[in-house]
């Protein structure tokens, strides 16, 4: 397409989204005990998939993909009820679960090989360019910019990449481009220094890039690749399967690859650290990552909770979701997720609480009771600090949870510690009076 000012931009109804989300997610063990890494909540109401479809949407992109595998039921679940477009555009965002058939008895064994098994489907699509998004990631980003570079270079393949210090360069994939930003080289995960200062941009790229900070600066991959129709076959076409790994470097060297240099914020949620600090920046009052952007907005489900109750607490730095009852406790720089209720007296201090599925009945709290279990939610006087409350816990009175003094990473019977943060899993049971 042109543009009324003679420039070419993306025609977004040629564009076909494809988000993965079928890795097992174990660095993010417990949370992906009992669902896949993009339906593990985000930020008191969302799931991390919210982020990479409502970027599809919010970019004009509407055939949208999800491919899953692992824990999916509660993904499944999440996406059907949540994504509904009307009956007359021919906007969708599906699901493809992997399958076994006659043909072929295996699961998905990396993010190309995902696609390659579904390729037959995307071909049924009229398409120009094929999207590849990661379904773990937080971040807002424009495809349509990106779609649009890609269309203007002429390239055959786009990766995302954004710039990086030196010290994070060890866990990615390192780009090198020339002067047309088309990329000559990638090194996945380089270690040695000398192979390191090969790949750093020049002063004079960082100039033209309007890259700013000191140091040395990277162009690392971001997992985000635009594909045009005409190669994706021919490129998956072999046993190759991962495209970071294996299908990009090797395309590098015979295809027209390009780089969009993306300068915004953007964070992996790959471990429980970094899903912990990722939470904890939306509480600041200047978060690197925005939800108040109304100008591209994080679609997720409308569950039609009433709004939160509070009952004389002190709330210092916090996000308080929808349908929760808060009593005379004491917030601080805390998530609280739907429908979660706290008592009185009780201390939250750097503590992430996904919330309930559902309210629970007076018959089962009575019911509970009796047996000498707590209510779903937080009971009253618990001091709760540097931790992650899973979905549906029980946490009963006089409950202190803290990973102060134990190991940095310890399974429990009641509770797991993972880089020096404390899980109460999903579902658990801490009886009063317990001390972690």
């Given amino acids: 397409m042109v543009s009324h000012t003679g420039r070419q931009t993306a025609n977004t109804s040629k564009v076909l989204c494809v988000i993965m989300g079928g890795g097992q997610g174990s660095r993010l063990f417990p949370l992906t005990k009992d669902r896949a890494k993009p339906a593990v909540p985000l930020a008191g109401k969302y799931r991390l998939v919210d982020i990479p479809i409502s970027n599809c949407i919010n970019s004009g992109f509407r055939r949208i993909y999800v491919l899953t595998q ?9 996406i059907s009820r949540t994504y509904k477009f009307d009956h007359f555009s021919s906007g969708f965002v599906e699901i493809l679960a992997a399958q076994q058939t006659f043909t072929n008895t295996s699961w998905y064994e990396g993010t190309a090989d995902a696609v390659r098994k579904n390729l037959m489907h995307f071909m049924n699509h009229d398409f120009d360019q ?10 807002r980003m424009n495809f349509e910019e990106v779609v649009t570079q890609h269309i203007v270079t002429g390239a055959e393949i786009t990766v995302a990449t954004m710039p990086v210090g030196r010290k994070d360069c060890h866990a990615l994939g390192i780009m090198q481009i020339d002067h047309e930003s088309r990329i000559t080289r990638f090194v996945e ?4 220094e000398a192979i390191l200062n090969t790949l750093k941009l ?14 040395d600066s990277f162009l690392a991959s971001m997992g985000i690749y635009v594909f045009n129709r005409n190669i994706v076959t021919e490129l998956l076409d072999n046993p190759l399967s991962d495209f970071g790994k294996h299908i990009i470097p090797h395309a590098i060297t015979t295809r027209r690859v390009f780089s969009y240099v993306y300068q915004g914020y953007w964070e992996d949620i790959g471990t429980i650290r970094s899903f912990f600090e990722a939470n904890l920046d939306l509480v600041s009052e200047l978060p690197r990552f925005n939800f108040f952007d109304m100008s591209a907005p994080i679609f997720s489900r409308p569950r039609y909770l ?12 916090a996000v308080i979701s929808d349908g929760c009852i808060i009593n005379r406790a004491n917030i601080n720089t805390s998530i609280v997720g739907l429908r979660t209720i706290v008592g009185s007296g009780t201390q939250l201090n750097r503590t992430i609480v996904l919330g309930s599925d559902y309210y629970e009945s007076q018959e089962s709290v009575e019911k509970n009771e009796k047996a000498g279990r707590p209510r779903i939610g937080i009971g009253e006087n618990c001091r709760i600090e540097n931790a992650i409350i899973d979905k549906n816990a029980r946490i009963g009175n006089n409950v202190t949870i803290s990973p102060a003094g134990k190991q940095d990473n310890l399974d429990h019977e009641r509770y797991y510690i993972r880089d020096g943060i404390i899980i109460i899993p999903k579902d658990a049971v801490i009886p009063h009076g317990t001390v972690i």
């Fill in 70 to 78: 692992f824990n999916s039921t509660s993904l499944h679940g999440h």
């Fill in 130 to 139: 094929l999207i590849i998004l990661s379904g773990d990631q937080l971040y």
């Fill in 189 to 192: 995960k380089p270690k040695e």
């Fill in 202 to 215: 020049p002063d004079e790229t960082k100039k033209d890039l309007g890259i700013k900070g000191e140091g």
């Fill in 306 to 317: 009433p709004g939160s109750k509070i009952n004389g607490a002190q709330i210092d730095h």
